[in-house]
């Protein structure tokens, strides 16, 4: 039982994979793992870490070439081959170094954001494209006096989203991501889709409309590596064709 | 480098936004700091729910929930700590609380009628709690940020807070060390709200985020605030076997029922009347006696039965839970039942604030999990953290926006006077050689909390238990670390955080030693009755010369008189 991790620090010529042997534990997670390494052999190693309930979305690396969750994803299941997802192939996730899957488990900082260190990406394009979408509720009726009333059913549909974390396993995973740096990407479009269908707003909806630009809701080409990687079960991809259907229907009326 | 704000809120979990919100409502130059991204706060986590009385259930026989019902179950439950004002405040504040971040854009969960759904919660007289499924903080925290990031109210993300700065006994502003690139910053502010989250991870077994290690309590006691009521720690009776993530109390609000390793739904025999939801310090005595009376599983723990509630239910429900229990114990809690053990969850202590959130200092504020505004007293109730948050994160706002009004941003020297003070304590720190390392010690702090201040305390385990505190609080002036660099140093932020931990655990030692009753959370096994005629008063913790003092102030009493709790 080994971790196989991405080294990386300003100043280095190229990346570097340090290998650790593990003392396995029941059910040990990638994320404990990773502070068994930090502990134990090298207390340098850089991940970002909170909650270690698979709630927060801080934890998003790639591993065994796939974007998940560190302290979701087990180090057994992974060696036994049990946590395998099928998802298109991008060139973020070619080969980088070998590593032998029933023995070593490859934890990689996630594509298509600037490594700053070891497994920490800088998120700040992820976040930027998130304020981007504007994901504020503004309704344009005034607020009632109690709470809008909401049918329970509608809530459900809305809850599909809502339950985004924000962790950015699906931009990592998103082959359009990483040919073209300027698309939106699945999670702030998902998030603006969460605002879209919404009930409470009544008015005349524009709120598709932000993301009607070549990078915003046009740019997908419905890999749909976003929905396979969600970690909370967010289906990006599923949204950006419903969006896609309403705003060419709309053009049409026009 | 120096920045300048009138309002300075440390911490971006739910309380931090929500004042960060109202600061920036009243036209003042406010901005949060934060050692992770707002989203990655423990708030986050926040599962079952939030309470308010809104009414939109009715009770059993048919009557509508108060303000008034809300506070007699609050002081009930708090064994008559809370004080009383601050509990009144709280229950009038909740139903607009709630209301306002419905407006704010929450998806909360409705009834058939689309009013806000509530369930029944611990200790609760009505169904009060109003929840998202079983992923209220999250909704909650989602909400608050998107207005905090549409507004641009600027964060100062992954920023470990290293010490408040004072001039003339007030606090005026604080350093902080930039994860990234390692630089120390100052900030001057006209006042500074702690919000900063609780310290469960001084115990072994929690189920709070990794993050949760009580910097702020630690920050404001060397300041020179005073912390109170710091023994009180709730256990929660269900986290999951194994890691300790938390099972909601919202389970159980559902139907859930515990059963021992013979079947027995052991709560029918310690609370004949709430059964599964009689309180938290209630349920997790329960448990850990079955454990220790033989009647547990192997490892120590129960069984936690959701089956009966039937697939619909759960997946709609408690859909959270149900991932978690599969993905962290392999367990589908609509095929088996969970195993679930008490564990540490919640910090009723904090730093001593009065109604409007002043602490001791001047200038520093401190309002949520951090704070000890004693609306929790000896015991929280399911809900009533995440409704604190939001109603004192906005009121404690209000009253900072009043304070500052008449005041002027003192001057830069005495931050700059601390950004070389510490600059120097780092430099300090990355230049020792040889000693221990910093994780095991911490182990060890964490153990010794969790098997000497635990459910049942002790007089003589306690005492060996602050005998063990000291001693790491000596060998932690030795430690040193592998890793040298200031850009990004993980290493350096735990052992600045485990210093302030050590902290909070002589401050949780000395209270617990000290109060000999038992009351709420806090179980004596040598005091076994509550001891109103000594003991119905608050505990209060000072630093004077690098050493520790309790002290004690009265309790505010109201309407309800202090009885005899039987659930």
């Known amino acids: 039982m080994k971790l196989k991790v991405y080294r990386y620090h300003e100043g280095m010529a190229a990346p570097r994979y340090d290998t650790f042997q593990l003392v396995p534990s029941p059910a040990m997670t990638v994320l404990e793992a990773l502070f068994q390494f930090q502990e134990k052999l090298d207390d340098s190693l850089a991940f970002r870490y909170s909650c270690r309930g698979a709630v927060c979305g801080t934890c998003a690396m790639l591993i065994n070439k796939v974007p998940r969750l560190a302290c979701r994803t087990q180090v057994e299941s992974l060696l036994k081959g049990n946590l395998k997802v099928a998802i298109a192939p991008y060139p973020a996730i070619g080969e980088t170094v070998p590593w032998d899957p029933e023995e070593e488990v490859l934890v990689e900082p996630l594509p298509h954001l600037p490594v700053i260190r070891d497994l920490i990406v800088d998120m700040g394009i992820f976040f930027q494209y998130y304020r981007f979408i504007a994901p504020v509720f503004r309704p344009s009726d005034p607020d009632p006096e109690k709470e809008r009333i909401m049918d329970p059913a509608a809530v459900k549909k809305l809850e599909t989203y809502t339950n985004c974390v924000l962790c950015a396993a699906c931009h990592a995973a998103c082959p359009v991501v990483g040919q073209n740096p300027e698309y939106l990407g699945p999670a702030a479009l998902a998030k603006l889709y969460r605002f879209h269908v919404d009930p409470r707003d009544v008015e005349e909806d524009s709120t598709l409309k932000r993301a009607d630009i070549p990078n915003g809701w046009w740019a997908c080409d419905l890999y749909g590596n976003c929905n396979r990687v969600c970690p909370k079960g967010v289906p990006p991809r599923t949204a950006i064709e419903k969006a896609v259907a309403a705003l060419n229907k709309e053009k049409k009326e026009a | ?567």
């Not at chain 2, 990655?40 to 809104?54: D, E, F, I, K, P």
């Not at chain 2, 159980?252 to 938290?280: C, H, K, T, W």
């Not at chain 2, 839970?321 to 392999?330: E, K, L, T, V, Y």
């Not at chain 2, 953290?385 to 009043?402: D, H, P, Q, Y």
């Open chain 2, 1 to 567: 480098m120096i920045h300048h704000y009138d309002v300075l809120i440390i911490g971006g979990g739910l309380t931090g936004l929500r004042a960060a919100l109202r600061v920036s409502d009243a036209g003042l130059n406010g901005a949060v700091v934060s050692k992770v991204h707002p989203l990655r706060s423990h708030s986050v986590a926040a599962q079952g729910g939030m309470n308010a009385s809104l009414g939109n259930v009715k009770g059993e026989d048919g009557t509508k929930d108060s303000w008034k019902n809300h506070a007699y179950d609050t002081v009930k439950g708090s064994d008559y700590l809370a004080d009383q004002d601050a509990v009144e405040r709280l229950c009038r504040e909740a139903p607009t609380a709630v209301i306002e971040l419905e407006h704010m854009g929450t998806v909360w969960s409705r009834l058939a009628d689309g009013k806000i759904a509530q369930r029944p919660f611990g200790g609760a007289g009505f169904p009060r709690t109003c929840y998202a499924a079983d992923r209220t903080g999250h909704n909650a925290l989602h909400t608050l940020y998107e207005h905090v990031s549409g507004r641009q109210i600027p964060v100062y993300e992954e920023f470990f807070v290293t010490s408040l700065v004072t001039k003339d006994g007030r606090c005026i502003g604080c350093t902080a060390l930039e994860l990234m690139t390692g630089q120390v910053h100052g900030f001057l502010a006209k006042a500074v709200l702690m919000a900063s989250g609780g310290f469960g991870r001084i115990f072994n077994k929690s189920t709070n985020a990794l993050i949760n290690t009580g910097d702020g309590p630690a920050l404001a006691l060397r300041a020179g605030a005073l912390l109170k009521d710091m023994e009180f720690v709730q256990f929660h009776p269900t986290t999951l076997y194994g890691t300790n993530i938390l099972i909601t109390e919202g389970a159980r609000g559902e139907g859930g029922i515990l059963l021992n390793q013979n079947g027995e739904r052991f709560m029918e025999r310690y609370a004949p009347n709430s059964v599964d939801l009689a309180p938290r310090d209630v349920v997790a005595r329960s448990i850990e006696q079955e454990i220790a009376e033989g009647r547990g599983y192997d490892g120590g723990y129960v069984h936690l039965d959701l089956r009966h509630l039937g697939a619909a239910r759960i997946t709609e429900r408690l859909p959270g839970i149900r991932q978690i229990a599969i993905d962290f114990a392999g367990v589908d809690p609509i095929q088996d039942p969970v195993p679930v053990q008490p564990g540490q969850h919640y910090s009723m202590g904090g730093i001593d604030a009065d109604i409007n959130g002043a602490t001791a200092l001047p200038g520093l504020y401190a309002a949520g999990e951090c704070a000890c505004i004693s609306v929790h007293g000896a015991n929280r109730l399911g809900g009533n953290s995440l409704v604190e948050t939001v109603v004192f994160g906005r009121l404690v706002a209000e009253k900072i926006i009043e304070d500052v009004e008449e005041m002027t941003l003192a001057n830069d020297e005495p931050v700059k006077a601390a950004i070389k003070s510490t600059n120097d304590r780092i430099e300090g720190i990355l230049r020792r050689e040889g000693g221990e390392l910093v994780f095991g010690i911490k182990d060890v702090m964490t153990n010794n909390m969790s098997n000497k201040f635990g459910i049942f305390r002790e007089k003589q385990k306690m005492r060996e238990g602050l005998d063990e505190i000291k001693k790491i609080q000596e060998q932690v002036g030795h430690v040193s670390l592998q890793n040298k660099e200031r850009k990004l140093n993980q290493a350096l932020i735990r052992f600045l955080e485990l210093e302030g931990m050590l902290l909070l655990a002589e401050a949780v030692a000395r209270g617990a030693l000290a109060r000999e009753e038992s009351r709420g959370s806090h179980k004596r096994t040598d005091y076994p009755e509550r001891d109103d005629l000594n003991f119905l008063k608050h505990t209060l913790v000072g630093l004077r010369d690098d050493t520790m003092h309790v002290s004690y102030k009265p309790v505010t009493l109201g309407v309800f008189e202090p009885r005899e709790r039987v659930y």
